[in-house]
């Protein structure tokens, strides 16, 4: 593993065949990436806040 500094927390988000939509989780530190969750979030709204209390929650 390695140390919380130097961390970034990115987000990706795409629609599958059946859209449904699907955003992935990862931090990232230099050529390091960890994936953190990937979910469907087709039942939410995506915003800014809702994205940002399911980072937070990672």
């Not at 140390?3 to 629609?15: E, V």
């Amino acid at each position: 593993m390695f140390s919380l500094t130097d961390i970034t927390i990115a987000l990706d988000g795409w629609q599958d065949v059946s859209r449904n939509s699907i955003y992935s989780f990862m931090a990232l530190k230099e050529e390091y990436e960890h994936i953190l969750d990937i979910i469907d979030l087709s039942a939410n709204r995506h915003t800014a806040v809702f994205l940002q209390e399911k980072i937070e929650k990672k």
